[in-house]
């Protein structure tokens, strides 16, 4: 006697084949189970789950301390409750006062050249070349003194560059600046630089 359209026989074949989707589900509540039990790493934590302390700010050279590469560290505490992987590779429940990861923050390569001291410079002692002398250009200092700062026309060209921190120190070095003071940010856009298509009405 043959089976009703749509119903598979009884038998070996459907019993396997029940089988079969027991075990897969069971495999994949397994595989669940296992991927969801390893807390994320620390530094993997989203904004608001952490706090990361001010960095320390060398007096000297008003960058943080401890910069090397241009990158300095500030340590991060997760909140009370969070679970997570520190920066030692051990999953624990933070209280709020541990140290979770280190935040790798941007930091600048100074010299000893002064912000102050350069536009200080070139605004009263720019005619005898003294601002291109303090940053290591003396042919340039040399210029400007015969001609008497191009005749004051090169001196207030060279006020405004410093000023806008166009020119700087000639090893390629940045001047030493209030850390929360009036830096430029130069923007640069290269190959790399993700363009946005503009879209007319």
Known sequence: MAAPAGR???????????VEARILLLLCFAGAAVGG?????????RLGQYVCDEPKIDNST?????????????????APNITCKDH???EKVFTGHEVGFYKPIVCRNVNGYS?????????FLGW??????????????????????????GSLIDF???????VGPSDGSSYIIDYYGARLTRLTITNATFRKMQTYP
């Open 160 to 166: 405004i560059l410093i000023s806008m921190q166009i």
């Open 37 to 45: 039990g390893a807390g994320p790493k620390c530094d993997e934590l």
């Open 128 to 153: 005898l070349g003294a601002d291109r002398f303090y940053l290591g250009y003396p042919a340039l200092g040399l210029l400007k003194f015969c001609t008497v700062g191009f005749c004051g026309i």
């Open 8 to 18: 598979l026989p009884a038998g070996p074949k459907r019993r396997s084949g029940v």
């Open 115 to 123: 912000y102050k001291v350069a536009v200080a410079l070139s605004l």
């Open 62 to 78: 008003q960058e943080p301390m401890n910069c090397t590469n241009h990158t300095a560290y500030v340590q991060c505490l997760p």
């Open 88 to 90: 030692l590779g051990i």
